[in-house]
């Protein structure tokens, strides 16, 4: 079965720290990869997404994501945190053969220190 | 602004007594997807609807149904809620099958007393 894992559970970091969050998957077929974040207290929001192209995709806030394929990864990054990236990060995979379902990761809870 | 709206944000219901979730959507989506979420954990995949065709996920109990009436509306009933029951109910749109990016509303939090 589909799966996919997110290196950390929780991650802290003071603010201007560069954070990098891992997610593998284990499908080997062609597939669709997403992030998404949780704020407190509100909804599941997407923060980007890749289809196809450019394995380097840019999102909303100063994020981007990394798809290597040979390593089965998309790990998040961003330069420079901000107190208000505190939020719960969730690494989500689509492939066809899930019929447009998304499969999700457990979740990484980070905290950015004012 | 199209949304996805879930009622009520919090919901408390006893051992055993049946429960209701609402989900509404405005974005005039062909699928609704239900997902329970515990602590700490993934949203887990429940059922979902492509228009009016049901998709129930092969590891999702009786006890968890679902009822679309119309575009617009989605609910999830849980028949006889038990304490491991207890967790957020997510609700989430997309635009027709296979396209797979997902809108999701605000979400349920259910707790069994």
């Known amino acids: 079965a589909q799966s996919v894992s997110q290196h950390n559970h929780h991650v802290i970091l003071s603010e201007a720290a560069s954070l990098e969050l891992g997610c593998n998957y284990s499908?080997?077929?062609?597939?669709?990869l997403f992030w998404y974040v949780q704020y407190p207290g509100q909804h599941l929001q997407l923060l980007l997404k890749?289809?196809?192209?450019?394995?380097l995709v840019k999102g909303i806030k100063g994020f981007e994501a990394e798809f290597i394929k040979s390593k089965f990864s998309f790990n998040l990054r961003k330069p420079s945190v901000q107190w208000s990236d505190t939020a719960e990060y969730f690494c989500?995979?689509?492939?066809?053969?899930?019929?447009?379902?998304?499969?999700f990761g457990q979740g990484t809870e980070l905290s950015v220190k004012p | 602004d199209a949304m996805v709206i879930q009622n009520p944000r919090y919901q408390v219901t006893q051992f055993g007594k049946p429960v209701t979730l609402s989900c509404s959507q405005t974005l005039n989506h062909n699928v609704m997807y239900w997902y329970q979420q515990k602590s700490s954990q993934a949203p887990k995949l429940l059922f979902h609807y492509y228009d009016k065709d049901f998709n129930n996920e092969a590891d999702t109990p009786d006890n968890f149904q679902s009822r679309r009436p119309n575009t617009s509306f989605c609910f999830l009933d849980i028949r006889s809620p038990g304490l491991g029951d207890a967790a957020m109910y997510l609700c989430a749109t997309s635009g027709r099958q296979g396209q797979w990016e997902q809108y999701f509303g605000p979400g349920t939090r259910l707790t069994v007393t």
């Open positions: 499908y080997g077929g062609t597939v669709n």
């Open positions: 989500a995979v689509g492939s066809y053969n899930q019929g447009g379902k998304l499969i």
């Open positions: 890749y289809f196809s192209g450019d394995p």
